[in-house]
Each structure stands twice: as structure tokens, then as C-alpha cells.
């Protein structure tokens, strides 16, 4: 519609845009014949622009210009804006200056250009509408460049397709300065580049008189006017920024590792008055526990008698047996019912090498020895021969069973060869199975309606096959191996029978047995139809250190890092079997002793609780009173911190203690560190925590992971590490700096605990326990369309010419099959075709038993083979990707979203289910379950009678009225005793019995309208499971939706209903379950499916593949599922070939953590120890590993730091910790907040605040006063953002929606502090500019394009427009296009994008609290009040239904908001010496009040 009606420019000047599209592709065309070579996209767009906007502009003139002669103008047009038009030569000297600014963009190089000076002035206003015009017109050029694909255009340019800075710097020069006689030659190149430019813009205007090239200015009208300043400035625009003095603080630790720098530094004298104006504040020590009133000493033993029964009081002790009860149920549904209780007990001592005695004993048997042997050889033969009675006894049956129900039959022979002990019977009884499997085929053949054979019975056939002839090959004889090659002659495999028994009988080949055969080569039957069967290369000697299975050789090798006290980075699948070593590494340390300790170390609250179940139902040990086998630590609950050997904590919580001065000598306990899902290194939320702990610990480590892109790097970091922790210990040794330590030694050695090794393995396993196919999902007519999606449908040429084949693209047998035979249909003469058909293949021809690594192998040649094509012939390689990409159908979201109950109900008649829907939306978590249940439903309603309902309703009547009469007649026969009431009551009951009959006829759910496993879960089961959450809000929700086998997961949901959800799961009763990301990372919830229900931003490669591997349960799955239903093709592909990221650190301090390194330095009793922690923290960084540029920007990160600290008082001139150094450091997580607190109790805010109600008597605090406390504690701790547009619903809402504003006091030292930070951080910023790499920093990111070209020196005018006069050196070059300077960093706003970034520095990493934050348009976007709200009202559903949050959410703000009040009124009342303090009672009366609420709301 506007492109019909056009756009007015000056009053009557009407643009029409479509003569302007007609008008740019004849422009266009002319280029194009004009420049058959190609071009720039900047020249083609200045010159087609430029013309096209002349020409047009010039018959608006002329048009106007009528339109005024006949006196025709309306009423819209205004004199005044025909009178700022400019004229057609003031247009052309426009255009003229923006060609000579294009010039310049393709011929300066970006080392000159970001010296350009810095103009001020600004468009004049009368000129908006022409730009305008330009801007048009160059919308309309990209667009029909895109749509032209025959003119080869370089798009290389298109980011920088036009500067107006430049272009304003150019008019200012001929505006101003070249009319003061300020001439200044441009240059040969640019002269003749200029000149061909403008003549090609006069070209294409069809021979319309613009103007020559030269002079470039014909007019004096000014095109720029002096910017107006505001008369209140921007904050941050008159800082000055400057490299300070610095004051010069004394440190072993500063020495030690930044003392190679401080020569660079400028340092104050000692009497200057900065220095000598250091305040001096208490000496801070930490006396409290964190988030706890109670004394250290206290916390400790209350968790030693939470182990027994010793506990205080009743209830404690009935607690602690519910808490330990449920962790043993939670641990079962973990484990399994089979596996036994460990008992563990001491280790015994052991005995040494092998002597010459022991082995002169071992060579002559005892009589004793003698005597056992020939006991164990009868026992063994009844054993046989008692088998052989109970196979005797089964066989016929079973026998009976395959031939009429062949899975059933199966099913039973393979619990019978399970529970069989003895291989001779196991081998008669595959023998049995193998003839009857046989003989059902043959029957099968014969049916006439066997045309489209079903080789189910061969699968099986085949199965027995290969396990008789690998398993047992010794008790094989002759008459085997010729009923093994009768088979497999008769199903077509000859060349296999010949290579089993060569003297097959004559007689066989004589018959026609071609009716029986699968008409297909044994190799190809075997990799299409058994891929989930191939045995693969496994170990038959048992590890006398395993019980329970045969470990793999990589197994063997962790439990050998344990037992030599080793580190070892595990990168295995899901399921694999890695976490087994974690758990000997606990077994191997509970033997040894009573003091040692290991720390697993799991990322989230969910898994921590998975491993404290597990680790219950492991193990038991007698320990001494007061001592306990496991405890947890986490923010908001823990039990046996300090009195446990296995402690299971997040990292955050681990840090706390590694770096607390009064926990190392617990610290120093500690034997062995197990990290789950360590690829969180990687993360952006708290990955430096994980870098912390790594660095920090000296004992050895487990770090286990399945998605870790580059474990060599994380190896050889962790590696340094150890290294740096053996010269520590050698070096403390030598000096005997650390007696203590030395003594701890010995006494471990002479409790016989082995020295800790410093060797660090990489043990690596990629082979999936089970497959994984991939299967893409659409809607055709109504119904469902899956398609099987192959994995290299999802490459493309370039990205294998350029990144290869992704090592973690497997393929199934099956897979590889299907991509010989699209190999063989796109290129059928290919040279290698013959070699890799797969009976031809030489780790296939003739071979019985293919194994598993043989498919692996045939996988990587053919791979191989198509790599070699992308050389010969990429076409073909192109053809052949796009004949493997599935065939798909497009419907709407809506009409998929509709259809997925039915999509659950398919997956079902697949026998897909258990399946995990995957989805990062919690609303649709929670909706999508809930229609999964409506439709069953409706389906259970649709089945029923008409009138089942009524029928029902009137049954339910006749029973209580049977009760109440039964209930008449046992009171009556207690007074009477009368015969006959006796058989009323007998007929009652009868009749009672009769109606629940009928009455379960018509409640009973049919197998149809439910997902659950009735076997596998009983009612009473059911009941004690959820009677857990009985008294959570969603408990008549969730349980309706279990009882069907239904399911939701997600983090915002309370953690005993996902407790619940995941136990149900695991023990086969909920076959469904919605969920997000919470159970990607390390939940055991194995599924035989995973269903990714729609497409998000956070559907990355990492999230993929960790959602993505809990399809295919190991033992009972043969082979995982994955669907992809509403997700866009384009999207599968990304996710199918893009690598994993690879790990990279995150910026590892922060001021918060150099306190804290600083505290811990202070205050710990080894100082030797403490230092060369904090030392290992600052100089062992992932970040700054093989970087030194990185290594020495931390290093004056920590000065700078250092600095900040001191002058606010935190440090003084020794870094000894003071004033309020430990609430800082207690509330670290919550900086720059924590800072801003402290500054607020500086400036005595509080106190004038707070002011009791009363003087007499206990104090209280007015609901103005705690509602005030709340606003501003709020907008430290609680800051969650709404959207702009909830201002419109604020007076709607009787709650507090929107947080109130600061106070203006508040507000005002908020923004004091965050000028002294801006300095601060600007002074760092200039002092490391030196060490950016300048070479990468003139190179696009991504790309890597070079700007660094030396571009054009002989122009004086160039020179003269940038001379590089500004302080330009923190500045990133591409920034300085836009007028950026050093003095800009002073506004925090722009520090990201104008910063230099190999320096690696984030405006994250500074203490700088934003009072305000603004979307991209502009809005304002407030702060959330649900913490106000919430003490208002002290209602959760207030939240959810007023400020916008979920419940989950609104119960994990409210906690946390709770725990920092709690934090705050500690560490006061440590600090204040007046019990009485009104700011100290402030803070008790509202923490006594957050807690006294949440614990009510969360109860209700």
C-alpha cells in the first residue's frame, strides 16, 4: 500500500516508489553492462543511488515548480517546508561528497580511518527528507541485488556500506575549511577513482547535467549546523579518564605474583595525602557460620548428632529417619531392587610381594587344597546334572512356545540361559532354540501369505547363531557345526555355511530351498536387520576389584587411577559406565580410614540429591558416635558438612569451604574430589567456580563429562596444575616452611594411606552403549508422516571441505548400509564401489559373527571414500546429500501443536515409549502434559456406554446405603444376637461385594487410555510415593496425571515433586514426561525414546546431545530413538553437524574473589598453604592458559582490584582484610550489590532509616520503615526485570507490581559509587591497552578479514581529516569509526562495544550497579516488586497472578531474598558491638518476618 501511494518529502514533493523501483532496475541493467566484470557493493550502490535519486529529485523540482506557477498548492502544502528544499545543484554537491566518501571507504584502510577526527556538527534539519530519499533508495538496490543472481557483486563490504561520519567530515572540510583557503590535494588514485565514479553516476542518469566531478563544491549553502550541548551532560561524558597513582600496598602475595609488573606502574610516595588518608577500620574476623546465627563450633556438632539418635529432640530425630528413609527408596529406583547392601569394612592389611615361600606353596597343593578341589568337582557335576533335569523339565514347553508365540517363547528360553550356570546346558538349550526358531520359519515359508517375508524368525535364528558360535566355540562338535551350516544354507547365507562346516550334506543341495532363502547376502542381512545384536569387543576375565560385571579395558583403567591415587578427565557417553569409577573412588576411601573425605562435586541441587540416594544404598560403615557415612551441603539446606566421609555439594558451596580460613584443616581431610558434568567449565554462568576448585584442590580429582570437544587442552591446563601443586609440596618439604604439614604427612603414612600422586590421565571412550537414529516428524492429511532421518543428510560440501565429517556423526549398521546403496545409486562406477559392497568387504567376507568395531570400521572406509569424492567430483558428493535428506512436509505450529496427544499416542503403538518430551518453555511443559491427559480422557469417555456415567453415580449411591445398613445390623445383632439379623448381615456383605464388582467395572481405566505399567508399580507403592508431596500446591494436579503415567519436569517446580516424577519414571510406572533442561544435565532418567517437541535459542549442539542421550536404556533398549517434531529442518541440520564447543575459561576474578583470596591469606593458621592456593587461583587460569598477553592483563586486573579495595577501605597498606570485608565477602555472589550495601552503611542510610516506633521497651519498626528496607534491599539483591510494557497493567493491580524507586539518598550514593568505579575501571582499561593483539584487533572475529592494509598515503586530505589527534588507545579500531575515544570509556554503556577485545575484558567483571535498564527501543524496563509484594501480602499465588512469575520461580526468589536478609543480619550483628543497634534490629525484625512468612506460604 505504500508503495501505490508513495511518501511526501517537501510539502508537495511526492515520491513515488514504484517509478523509483522501475528507475534502479534500468540503473542497474546499465551497470551492469557498463562494469560485465563485477564490482563493488558500495560503488554499485552510490552509483545507482546517487543517480536514480537526482534524476527523480529533479522532476519533484520541476513538478513543484509547476504546481507553484499555476497556483495549484494545497493546504498540507506548507510554504516554509518548499522553502528548505535544497536546490538540484545543492543535491548534487551531496551526492558528489558521499561518492568521494565511498572512495575513500574502498581505498583507506582501517588503520587510517580510525584515526579520523572527531566532527560535531550535525545534518541540518531541511536536509532530513532528502536523506531520507537516499536511504530509500538504497533499500530498493539491496533488495533487487538479492533477487539478481547473473552480475558477480562482492557483498563482501556490506557492513561498512556507508559512514557518515566520514561522509560529514568530508562536508566539513569543503564547508568550512577549504573556504578558508585550506586546500589540500586528494590524490592521484582517489582523484581518477572519484573522477570514473561520478561519470559512471552521470551515465546512468541518462545524460541529466549534474554536474562535473570537479570542483566538488558549487554551492555555499551549509549542509552542517553546530550541535547544541545540553546543559546537562550524559553521565560518564565529563570524566576525565587518566592513568592514576596508584597507593602502594605491601603483600607477599602481591610480589609473588604480580611483582614483574609493578616497575610499569605509577605508584603514590608514602606521604602523599591519598596514602596517608586510609581509613582504619576493625580488623575483620569471621566468627559465624554463613547463612547461620549459630556459632561454627555449634554447626558442627548438631550435625554430629543428626547421624543417631542422639539428636535434641524428637522430632529431629523423626526427621532425619524420614529424610534418610526416602533417600534409601530414591536410591533404590537409582540402583535396582537386585543389587545388595555394600557393607564396608576395614581394609585388611596387605600382605607383601610375593616371596620365594609363597610360591614353593603355590607349586605344592596341601591335602587340605587337595581335598576342596575334588569337593568342588562333585559339587559341580549335581550342579549339571541338575540343570539338565530342569532344561528336561522346560524344554518341550518352550520348544511349543516359539513355534506359537515366537517372542514369547524367546522371552522364556532367555530367562532360563540367564539363571543357568553351567555352559554345557546353556549350549543344548540354544541348540533346542535355534531347531525350534528354524522350524517356525520353514512353517512360515510355506504359507501362502508369506510372499513379503518377515524376518523376525531369521533375526532370532541369527541371534542363536552367533551366540552359540562365540560363546561357545570350545564345547562345539561336528554334528553342530552341520546343523549351524544346514541353517544358514537354508536361508540363503552359502558362503557362510561353507566357511562353518565345509561337508555340509549333499542331500541339502539337491532340494530347492530357494523358498526359504531372505534373499539377500549374509553381511547386508546382518548390519540392515542385527545392528542392535553385534557383539562387540568385550573382556571375559573378571577384575577381582569388580562383582558385579566384566569391566571394559577403559574401566580397568580408571579403577587403576584410583588405586594409584591418580586424576584422570573421563570423557565417555551417557550410560557407559563412568560413573562406576566414582563410586569405587568412595569404597576405596571408606576402606582406608575414618578421616578421609571425598567431595562429589555435582552442578545442581537435583543431582546432588541423585547422588546422596545412590551413595545411601551403596554403602553402610560403623563409624565412631557422631560420625556419618554421607552429607550434603548446598545454599539452602545441608547435614554432616563436617563429620561425613562422602560429602555431595554444588560448586558454589565447595568454594565456600576451599576458601574459608577456618575450614582447612578440614580442607587438608580431604582425599579424592569427584567432578560431575565438568564441561560446565565451559558454561557463562559460573564456570570460573569450576576453574576455582580445580586450581584450588590438592588432592586428585575425577572430572567426568560426555560432551567435551577438546579434553586434550582441559588435560594438559589440569596437568600444569599438578604441577604446580608437586614443585608447592617439594618446595614446602625442602624449606620445612610448613612443620604442620609435614607432620600431617607422616601421620597419613603411618596410618598407611598412600601419597597422592600428580599425574593426570586423559581416559577417552566414544562407543555408544546403544544407537542412535534420528527421525524427522511431519502432518500429511491429517496423519503423521516420520520420516528416518540419515545422518550425513545433514552435511553439506563446504562444511566438509572446510570443518570434515563431525567425530561424533555415528552411524548405525543400518545407517551405513543406507549410505552404500545411496553411494551406489548417485555414482555406480565410483572405483571403490565393488571393494565396499558389503559381502565383499574384507572384515565381513565369510564371516559368521560380524562384530560391532568390523561395522565401525565399514562406517569409517565409507566415510573415508566420501571425503575422497568431494576431490574428485563435489557434484556428486552434492547429489548424494540431498538424496539422504528426508522427505518432509510442512504444516502449521498451530495444527502440530494440536495434533501432539495424537503424536504420544503413535509413539505408543511404535513401542517407543518410555519417551522424554523435551521442551525450554515451562508453560508448555506443563500445558502439553496436561492436553497429553485431557485426551486420554476423552478417549476413556468416548469408550464408555452413553449412560456409564449415571450408572456409575447411582452404584456409588447403593453402596453407602448397603454400608449404612450393614453398619444398622452390626449394632442390632450386638444387643439382639438374632439368627436372622446374622443372615441379613451375611447377604449384606454379599451384596456389598457384588457392587464394588460392578462398580470397579465402571472406574476401571483400560490398558488404552493410560501410559502406565500396571506390573511394574503397585497402588500401595503409588500411594507412599507421592504421600511426599501431599502437601505441595500441584499435588491433586501431578498425582491425577501419574496415576495415567503422565509426567512433567522442570527447575522451577518444588524438588520433591521431581523427586517423584523421576522415581516413577525410572520404575517403569510414568511412561510421559514433559520437560526442559533440567533433565539434560545428569539426571538417570533413561528412556527408550526423546521427542524434541519445538525449536528454541537455548537448542544448541551441547543441550542436543546431552537431551539427546538419555534415549536408549542400556539392557533394555536395543536401540535409541530421537524425534525431532516441531523443529525446522535447517535448525535439524545445525544441530546434527555442528561440533560441540570447545572449552574455553571465562574471566576467572573478580573483586569479590580477590577479598576473599586476600581473607583467606590473612586468616588461615597455614599461611603457606593459603598463599599457595590463592596463588593458584591467579595464576593458573583456563583463560590465561598458553596466553600471556591474558596472564598479564589479570595481573594488573588484580592491582587495579587491589587498589579499589584499599581506598574504600576493605585493605589496608599489609592487604589485611577490615572494616566490612567479611559481609562483603559473605554476599559475593550478589556483586557489585554487596559493595553498594557497604556503602549505604557508610554513609549511615541505615540508621537514619531506621527508627523505632517506640523508645520504651523492646524495639519495633514501623511498616513504612520495612517496607522501605525491603525497596532498597530489592534493588540490590532482587532485581528481576519486567518489560516495558507493564506499565500499562501497574494501575490494574491493587499489589506492588513494579518496584519502587530508590530512595533519592539511596540513589545518590549508588551513583557515587559507580563514578569512582568508572575511573577505577578506565584507569585499568588504559593501562592494558598496550596488550591488545593490534594484529587481530584490525580482523573481523568471525570471518578473520584483514583491514590492515596500508591503503593510500599520498592524499594530504586524507591526512588532514585524520590526523589521529584523540586518545584513541583502549578503543577497538572498528569503534573508532563511530567518533569512539578513550574518554567514552567512562560511560559503562558503550565499554563492550567500543573495547579492544583480545583483551578479554567484560563490563560484567566490574562492580557497577545500573539503577536503569533500556530495551532496544528505548523503554524503560522496570524493576519487579514481588519482593515487596510478597512481604506486603506474604502471598506466593500473588506473585504468580500480579508480577508475572511462575510458581517455581516466585518460591526460589523469595528463598534467596530470605537467605541475603538472614546473611545481612549475621554479619552485622558479628561487626556491631551494640546489641541494641537499631539498624542490627532493623535487619532481625525483617528476616524474622521473610521467614516466618515463606515458611508458611511453602507449607500451605
Same mark, same amino acid.
Given at each position: ?19 523509483? +523501483? ?7 541493467? &546499465? ?76 581505498? !583507506?584502510?582501517? *588503520? ?63 564547508? /568550512? ?340 532363502? /531372505? ?103 560403623? #563409624? ?89 587442552? !582441559? ?102 548400509? !543406507? ?116 485426551? &486420554? ?21 447403593? !453402596? ?22 446374622? +443372615? ?142 516441531? /523443529? ?14 570447545? #572449552?574455553?575459561?571465562? *574471566? ?47 595481573? *594488573? ?78 534493588? &540490590? ?8 510494557? /507493564? ?214
Amino acid at each position: 500500500m505504500l508503495q501505490k501511494r508513495g511518501i511526501f518529502l517537501y510539502g508537495r514533493m511526492k515520491l513515488n516508489l514504484e517509478d523509483m +523501483q522501475k528507475e534502479i532496475h534500468q540503473a542497474l541493467s &546499465l551497470l551492469q553492462n557498463l562494469w560485465p566484470e563485477g564490482a563493488d557493493v558500495r560503488g554499485v550502490v552510490c552509483s545507482v543511488s546517487c543517480s536514480v535519486t537526482l534524476k527523480l529529485y529533479e522532476k519533484m523540482l520541476c513538478h513543484g515548480q509547476a504546481c507553484e506557477n499555476l497556483n495549484t498548492c494545497t493546504e498540507n502544502c506548507k510554504t516554509q517546508d518548499w522553502e528548505g528544499a535544497p536546490t538540484l545543484n545543492e543535491a548534487g554537491d551531496l551526492c558528489r561528497m558521499l561518492c568521494l566518501s565511498v572512495i575513500f571507504l574502498q581505498h !583507506l584502510s582501517l *588503520f587510517q580511518r580510525a584515526k579520523s577526527r572527531i566532527v560535531t556538527h550535525t545534518w541540518d534539519r531541511t536536509l532530513s527528507p532528502f536523506l531520507r530519499m537516499l536511504k530509500r533508495c538504497e533499500f530498493f538496490i539491496l533488495k533487487q541485488l538479492k533477487i539478481n543472481n547473473n552480475w558477480k557483486v562482492n557483498f563482501t563490504s556490506l557492513p561498512d556500506l556507508t559512514d557518515k561520519i566520514l561522509w560529514k567530515n568530508i562536508i566539513y572540510y569543503y564547508e /568550512v575549511e577549504y573556504c578558508k583557503e585550506l586546500n589540500l590535494e586528494l590524490g592521484n588514485t582517489l582523484t581518477q577513482e572519484y573522477e570514473k565514479l561520478w561519470n559512471s553516476v552521470l551515465t546512468l542518469s541518462g545524460g541529466c547535467d549534474f554536474g562535473e566531478p570537479v570542483p566538488l563544491r558549487r554551492t555555499s549553502r551549509p549542509f552542517l549546523r553546530q550541535k547544541e550541548i545540553p546543559k546537562k551532560k550524559k553521565r560518564g561524558s565529563s570524566q576525565e579518564i587518566h592513568i592514576s597513582g596508584l597507593i602502594p600496598l605491601k603483600s607477599e602475595l602481591i610480589q609473588d605474583y604480580a611483582g614483574d609488573i609493578l616497575a610499569e606502574l605509577p605508584f603514590l610516595s608514602s606521604d602523599d595525602p591519598a596514602v596517608k588518608s586510609l581509613s582504619k577500620k576493625t580488623e575483620c574476623d569471621e566468627h559465624k557460620h554463613w547463612h547461620s546465627s549459630r556459632p561454627l563450633s555449634d554447626d558442627f556438632e548438631g550435625a554430629r548428632c543428626n547421624n543417631g539418635a542422639n539428636c535434641k529432640d524428637a522430632k529431629g530425630r523423626r526427621d532425619v529417619q524420614k529424610l534418610h528413609h526416602f533417600y534409601y527408596d530414591f536410591g533404590k529406583s537409582l540402583i535396582g531392587r537386585n543389587k545388595p547392601l555394600r557393607v564396608v569394612r576395614e581394609k585388611p592389611l596387605k600382605l607383601p610381594a610375593r616371596s620365594s615361600m609363597q610360591k614353593k606353596r603355590k607349586c605344592q597343593k596341601s591335602n587340605t587344597e587337595k581335598l576342596i578341589e575334588e569337593n568342588q568337582k562333585r559339587q559341580l557335576a549335581k550342579l549339571e546334572k541338575r540343570e539338565e533335569e530342569r532344561w528336561n523339565n522346560l524344554s518341550l514347553s518352550i520348544e511349543k512356545e516359539i513355534k506359537g508365540n515366537l517372542n514369547s517363547g524367546v522371552g522364556r528360553l532367555e530367562d532360563f540361559l540367564q539363571t543357568c550356570p553351567v555352559k554345557s546346558v546353556k549350549l543344548i538349550a540354544e541348540m533346542v532354540g535355534l531347531e525350534a526358531c528354524f522350524k517356525s520359519w520353514m512353517e512360515y515359508c510355506l504359507k501362502p501369505e508369506a510372499e513379503s517375508k518377515d524376518v523376525n524368525i531369521v533375526i532370532q535364528m541369527m541371534k542363536r547363531i552367533h551366540v552359540i558360535h562365540d560363546k561357545y566355540s570350545e564345547l562345539l562338535q561336528n554334528s553342530h557345526r552341520q546343523k549351524l551350516a544346514k541353517y544358514l544354507k537354508y536361508v540363503g547365507f552359502d558362503n557362510l555355511a561353507h566357511s562353518l562346516c565345509p561337508q555340509v550334506k549333499e542331500s541339502i543341495t539337491e532340494k530347492d530351498i530357494s523358498k526359504y532363502s /531372505v534373499c539377500m547376502g549374509a553381511a547386508r542381512f546382518q548390519l540392515t536387520h542385527m545392528g542392535p545384536y553385534l557383539f562387540r569387543e568385550e573382556r571375559s576375565d573378571p577384575d577381582p576389584r569388580v562383582h558385579h560385571f566384566i569391566p571394559d579395558t577403559w574401566q580397568r583403567e580408571l579403577l587403576d587411577v584410583v588405586d594409584n591415587n591418580e586424576s584422570a578427565v573421563i570423557v565417555a557417553p551417557t550410560s557407559s559406565g563412568k560413573t562406576y569409577a566414582s563410586y569405587y573412588c568412595m569404597e576405596k576411601v571408606l576402606r582406608e580410614s575414618d578421616e578421609g573425605v571425598v567431595v562429589y562435586v555435582a552442578p545442581t541441587k537435583a543431582l546432588v540429591n541423585q547422588v546422596v540416594g545412590t551413595v545411601c544404598n551403596l554403602f553402610n560403615k560403623a #563409624l565412631p558416635k557422631g560420625l556419618a557415612v554421607c552429607g550434603v551441603f548446598t545454599r539452602d539446606y545441608s547435614h554432616d558438612t563436617f563429620n561425613c566421609q562422602i560429602l555431595v555439594t554444588v560448586p558454589q558451596c565447595f568454594e565456600i569451604l576451599l576458601l574459608s580460613p577456618h575450614s582447612q584443616k578440614w580442607v587438608k581431610r580431604i582425599r579424592y574430589v569427584i567432578f560431575d558434568e565438568v564441561h560446565c567449565l565451559g558454561g557463562e554462568i559460573g564456570a570460573e567456580v569450576w576453574e576455582h576448585l580445580l586450581v584450588m584442590i590438592r588432592c586428585p580429582f575425577l572430572a567426568l563429562s560426555a560432551t567435551i570437544s577438546n579434553p586434550e587442552d !582441559l588435560t594438559e591446563w589440569l596437568v600444569l596444575i599438578k604441577r604446580y601443586w608437586q614443585d608447592v609440596e617439594s618446595t614446602m618439604e625442602d624449606s620445612g616452611a610448613s612443620q604442620n604439614a609435614t607432620k600431617h604427612l607422616k601421620k597419613q603414612q603411618s596410618k598407611r594411606i598412600e601419597k597422592p600422586s600428580y599425574r593426570v590421565r586423559l581416559v577417552r571412550y566414544q562407543e555408544r552403549y546403544n544407537d542412535l537414529e534420528k527421525y524427522v516428524c511431519s502432518i500429511k492429511d491429517n496423519d503423521f508422516v516420520i520420516e528416518h532421518y540419515h545422518p550425513c543428510g545433514a552435511l553439506t560440501v563446504n562444511h566438509v571441505k572446510k570443518y570434515g565429517i563431525p567425530l561424533d556423526l555415528g552411524l548405525s549398521p543400518r545407517e551405513s548400509i !543406507l549410505l552404500y546403496d545411496a553411494m551406489v545409486h548417485v555414482w555406480p562406477e565410483g572405483s571403490r564401489m565393488q571393494e565396499l559392497e558389503p559381502e565383499e568387504f574384507s572384515y565381513f567376507k565369510n564371516k559368521v559373527v560380524i562384530l560391532r568395531a568390523d561395522a565401525r570400521k565399514y562406517e569409517e572406509e565409507l566415510k573415508k571414500e566420501m571425503i575422497r569424492w568431494i576431490q574428485l567430483d563435489p557434484d556428486k558428493v552434492d547429489q548424494l546429500l540431498k538424496y539422504l535428506k528426508p522427505q518432509t512436509f510442512d504444516s502449521a505450529e498451530i495444527e502440530k501443536r494440536r495434533m501432539f496427544p495424537c503424536f504420544v499416542e503413535k509413539l505408543k503403538e511404535m513401542n517407543r515409549l518410555p519417551a522424554i518430551f523435551f521442551s525450554f518453555n515451562i508453560h508448555s511443559v506443563e500445558y502439553e502434559a496436561l492436553k497429553v491427559f485431557i485426551n &486420554l480422557i476423552k478417549k476413556q469417555n468416548a469408550d464408555k456406554y452413553p449412560n456409564s456415567e449415571r450408572r456409575r453415580k447411582n452404584l456409588e449411591k447403593k !453402596l453407602q446405603k448397603a454400608r449404612k445398613s450393614q453398619k444398622r445390623d452390626f449394632a442390632a445383632v450386638l444387643n439382639s444376637g438374632s439368627n436372622a439379623i446374622n +443372615q441379613r448381615i451375611i447377604l449384606r456383605t454379599a451384596e456389598i461385594s457384588e457392587i464394588k464388582k460392578n462398580l470397579k467395572k465402571h472406574t476401571e481405566v483400560s490398558p488404552d487410555c493410560t501410559y502406565t505399567d500396571r506390573a511394574s508399580v503397585d497402588d500401595q507403592t503409588f500411594r507412599k510415593i507421592v504421600h511426599r508431596i501431599r502437601r505441595t500446591r500441584r499435588y491433586h494436579i501431578l498425582c491425577r496425571l501419574l496415576r495415567r503415567g503422565i509426567g512433567y519436569h522442570h527447575g522451577s517446580m518444588e524438588y520433591k515433586e521431581r523427586q517423584v516424577v523421576e522415581m516413577l519414571f525410572r520404575m517403569g510406572h510414568v511412561k510421559v514426561v514433559t520437560a526442559t533442561s533440567s533433565l539434560a544435565l545428569g539426571i538417570n532418567m533413561p528412556c527408550k525414546s526423546v521427542v524434541f517437541m519445538e525449536d528454541s535459542v537455548y537448542l544448541d549442539a551441547l543441550n542436543f546431545r546431552q537431551m539427546s542421550g538419555r534415549a536408549g536404556r542400556r539392557g533394555e533398549d536395543l536401540i535409541g530413538s530421537v524425534f525431532f517434531y516441531d /523443529v525446522p529442518l535447517p535448525k535439524i541440520e545445525r544441530l546434527l553437524k555442528s561440533n560441540v564447543p570447545k #572449552l574455553k575459561g571465562q *574471566f576467572p576474578l573478580s573483586i569479590s574473589l580477590i577479598l576473599r583470596l586476600t581473607l583467606l591469606v590473612a586468616k588461615a593458621d597455614d599461611k603457606e598453604d593459603a598463599k599457595a592456593k590463592a596463588l593458584s587461583v591467579l595464576q593458573h587460569s583456563l583463560m590465561s592458559f598458553k596466553q600471556p598477553r591474558i596472564k598479564c592483563m589479570l595481573k *594488573f586486573y588484580f592491582i587495579y582490584s587491589l587498589q579499589f579495595l584499599a581506598t574504600e577501605g576493605y585493605l589496608d597498606e599489609e592487604c589485611i582484610p577490615r572494616g566490612h570485608s567479611g559481609l562483603v565477602s559473605h554476599l559475593h555472589y550478589h556483586e557489585p550489590a554487596n559493595f553498594v550495601l557497604v556503602s549505604f552503611l557508610e554513609k549511615c542510610l541505615f540508621h537514619k532509616l531506621c527508627t523505632p516506633m517506640n523508645i520504651d521497651g523492646p524495639k519495633k519498626f514501623s511498616e513504612d520503615v520495612m517496607e522501605t528496607l525491603v525497596v532498597v534491599l530489592a534493588h &540490590l539483591f532482587g532485581r528481576r526485570y519486567l518489560p516495558p510494557c /507493564v506499565e500499562k497493567y501497574k494501575k490494574c493491580s491493587h499489589s506492588a507490581v513494579i518496584l519502587d524507586d530508590l530512595p533519592e539518598d539511596f540513589a545518590a550514593v549508588v551513583e557515587e559509587h559507580n563514578n569512582r568505579i568508572q575511573r577505577n575501571f578506565g584507569s585499568f582499561l588504559l593501562t592494558v591497552s598496550k596488550l591488545a593483539d593490534m594484529r587481530k584487533e584490525y580482523q573481523l572475529p568471525l570471518s578473520g578479514i584483514n583491514f590492515s592494509d596500508k591503503g593510500c598515503e599520498d592524499s594530504t586530505l586524507v591526512s588532514h581529516l585524520m590526523p589521529g589527534l584523540e586518545s584513541r588507545t583502549a578503543v577497538s579500531p572498528f569503534a573508532c569509526l563511530s567518533g569512539t575515544t578513550d574518554q567514552d570509556l567512562s560511560d559503562i554503556t558503550v565499554v563492550n562495544d567500543a573495547m579492544l577485545r583480545t583483551l578479554s575484558v567484560n563490563v560484567k567483571d566490574i562492580p557497577l550497579l545500573q539503577l536503569k535498564k533500556y530495551d532496544k527501543t528505548g523503554r524503560k524496563c522496570p524493576l519487579n516488586g514481588y519482593a515487596l509484594n510478597f512481604y506486603k501480602h506474604g502471598s506466593l499465588s500473588a506473585l504468580t497472578s500480579d508480577n508475572w512469575l511462575n510458581m517455581g520461580d516466585a518460591l526460589n526468589s523469595i528463598r534467596d531474598f530470605t537467605l541475603v536478609i538472614q546473611a545481612i543480619r549475621v554479619s552485622l550483628s558479628e561487626l556491631c558491638d551494640d546489641e541494641d543497634d537499631n539498624v542490627v534490629l532493623a535487619f532481625k525484625q525483617l528476616s524474622e518476618a521473610f521467614r516466618t512468612k515463606f515458611w508458611k506460604e511453602k507449607r500451605c
